[in-house]
């Protein structure tokens, strides 16, 4: 079987680069056995507006990126919590784990304005849940959570705009938030060490997305791999899977390969 696991499109938000590279991955995914997106994939509202005004959907999405007949995979994100209900995939052959990376670090942003009252939250569903709860279960009241609070997400965001330009703007607010952004971003394999401890797997590769900081790390005894964004400040990779073996490269390398596909613009 052979596997692509990208994340991180944020389609619907106006910085957003993914729109550009949907055609030519309708054209590879075809190579594929099937295509898994790892989270992020819309970025609050489950459709958006194609340039020329045709409207997709996750279904479309779905189906536009399907491969070798079986349409992708929509895994949940921060962004899309109840986007599906499939929060993980792993691939036996490699011994891959994919999901989209909050979870492993019990919230979704540590800078967002809301984050302090939704782990609060987080706290309490997942206090309530048996001793048996594995740590799958722990993931899907975690996104029960995020879902709850979508709404009040979504409305604080339509009062502050979705241009490309504020996106780079509330980087700078307040004026701590870079710090606490940077801190996060740049310690983040150093804190996943402890804690992936609870996987109830440990698998040889963890394939995930969330932070936008595209990258290669060792963790222990396992390799994890952070295919970044289509966001401003970042860049789209790409995970491969193909039998037991995991590949990982720039997207746009891997969209260059076909000569039929170029060119790219994101």
């Known amino acids: 079987m052979k596997y692509l696991i990208l994340s991180d499109f944020h389609l619907g938000h106006s910085g957003s680069r993914a729109v550009d590279a949907l055609s030519a991955l309708a054209k590879l995914a075809p190579s594929y056995d099937r295509v898994i997106l790892n989270g992020d994939t819309f970025d609050r509202e489950h459709a958006f507006e194609m340039p020329g005004g045709k409207s997709i959907d996750p279904q479309d999405l779905a189906s536009l990126l399907g491969g070798r007949g079986n349409e992708a995979l929509l895994l949940t994100g921060n962004h899309d919590p109840d986007i599906s209900t499939q929060h993980h995939f792993f691939v036996e052959e490699a011994d891959l784990l994919a999901l989209h990376g909050d979870y492993i670090f019990m919230r979704s942003a540590p800078w967002g304005d809301l984050e302090a009252q939704m782990a609060n939250d987080v706290k309490a569903r997942l206090a309530a849940l048996p001793t048996t709860a594995n740590y799958f279960d722990r993931l899907r009241e975690f996104r029960a959570v995020q879902s709850s609070w979508g709404i009040k997400i979504i409305e604080q965001d ?6 490309a ?6 980087q700078f607010i307040p004026p701590t938030r870079p710090f606490r952004v940077a801190w996060y971003v740049f310690n983040w394999p150093r804190l996943l060490l402890d804690a992936a401890r609870p996987l109830p797997v440990a698998p040889k590769t963890l394939a ?7 990258g290669e790390w060792k963790v222990g005894n396992m390799r994890v791999l952070n295919t970044g964004s289509h966001m401003p400040l970042s860049r789209p990779y790409a995970v491969e899977v193909e039998g037991a073996e995991v590949r990982f490269l720039p997207l746009r390398q ?3 390969r076909a000569p039929k596909i170029v060119p790219v613009t994101s």
Do not use: N
Request: proline share 5%.
């Open 208 to 214: 995930i997305g969330h932070t936008h900081r595209p």
């Open 254 to 256: 891997l969209l260059e």
């Open 158 to 163: 339509r009062l502050r705009g979705r241009s």
């Open 165 to 170: 330009f504020f996106y780079f703007l509330r």
